[in-house]
């Protein structure tokens, strides 16, 4: 059965107490616009995100929700851009895994800290990359593509979104794990990559589900597998690429909401508990499963947890992996 918004408010004001203080009973917060930073271009998957649930809390919040897109230096300047705004609950990152988990062991001379710096809210949804492989490709499983590499009867070639992206490690695993035989072919983003993977001119590509699922429904593209360490329901007869043999591989796109250190916890309380309400809305379910998406209510602690995770997961991979910045 799935919580009502009173029993959400209540269950989440237990561990937020500060939620039931005269400032925000008064309606103290939010008194004027609320901006939703988004640390890439229009069209992505994060960015789809920000707007339906943007478009849910200006109701619930009673004023205007409104998402700004500041793209630049892999979602570095976006961030930026909430870490140094007042703590107020005015300004709201859409966090991604790059430049939150990645970045901290990845980029040089960083000038954030996201563990330091922001507050984790509520993870909205934690999207499965697709690997997949032109519709003409002799590869039909994952261990078919691994086996390949392991023989180097040629050349196996991978595209990325660009260096440093989850689909580029997730690549760069997948070729430790076969001992080699893989070659990084990036990209300067997801659209030039997937048109290369479609032209033939590349192996295979860890890509955004809502870009790969209308090429495999056309038969231009096959999907061998998907990123993440359980199936997804959009795609419920796509083995993961466990399944196909690698253990212990989880690659995923999370999106969520952040806030700049300091924000006060019934902020944080009141915004996580609109959020679960809204993703458990049968509308936004539906919607965001079909971006690849597994969508899981959960407390600003919980999701503050996974993001620790993931930050000392990447920093592993990418000792491992031996990958650096362009």
Same mark, same amino acid.
């Given at each position: ?17 500060? @939620? ?18 988004? *640390? ?15 478009? /849910? #809390? /200006? ?34 990152? @859409? ?17 954030? !800290? ?14 499965? @990359? *697709? ?8 590869? /039909?499983? %994952? ?7 392991? *023989? ?40 030039? =990559?997937?048109?290369?993977? #479609? ?12 870009? =790969? ?23 419920? $007869? ?9 253990? !212990? ?18 902020? %944080? ?5 609109? %959020?679960?309400?809204?993703?458990? $809305? ?21 999701? =503050? ?22």
């Amino acid at each position: 059965m799935m919580p009502t918004r009173r029993g959400v408010l209540a269950g989440l004001a237990l561990g937020y107490p500060a @939620l039931a203080s005269p400032a925000l009973a008064q309606g103290a917060w939010p008194t004027r616009t609320i901006t939703i930073t988004v *640390a890439y271009a229009p069209g992505g998957t994060g960015d789809t995100f920000a707007r339906a649930v943007a478009d /849910r #809390l /200006r109701p619930a919040l009673g004023q205007s929700v409104v998402v700004e897109n500041r793209s630049g230096a892999s979602g570095a300047i976006g961030t930026q851009a909430v870490v140094r705004a007042a703590p107020d609950g005015y300004s709201l990152l @859409l966090g991604q895994t790059p430049e939150i988990a990645i970045a901290k062991s990845f980029v040089p001379n960083i000038a954030y !800290d996201a563990e330091r710096d922001l507050v984790p809210i509520v993870m909205i949804g934690d999207a499965a @990359l *697709a690997l997949v492989v032109p519709g003409n490709s002799p590869f /039909r499983s %994952v261990a078919e593509l691994m086996a390949a590499a392991r *023989a180097r009867s040629r050349g196996i070639t991978f595209a990325s979104a660009g260096t440093g992206t989850p689909g580029h490690f997730a690549a760069e695993v997948l070729a430790l794990r076969a001992g080699g035989g893989m070659t990084h072919v990036p990209y300067r983003g997801a659209g030039p =990559a997937l048109t290369d993977l #479609l032209g033939g001119h590349v192996d295979f590509f860890f890509s955004g589900m809502p870009a =790969a699922v209308p090429h495999v429904r056309e038969g231009t593209l096959r999907m061998l597998a998907v990123s993440t360490a359980r199936r997804r329901p959009g795609v419920p $007869d796509v083995p993961t690429v466990q399944e196909g043999g690698v253990p !212990d591989f989880d690659f995923s796109l999370w999106s969520g909401l952040f806030a700049p250190a300091g924000t006060p916890p019934a902020v %944080v309380g009141r915004v996580n508990a609109e %959020v679960n309400t809204i993703i458990a $809305d049968p509308a936004i379910r539906g919607r965001f499963i079909q971006e690849g998406a597994e969508i899981l209510a959960n407390t600003p602690a919980e999701f =503050a947890a996974m993001v620790r995770r993931d930050i000392a997961k990447y920093a592993e991979v990418i000792r491992a992996t031996g990958v650096k910045p362009e």
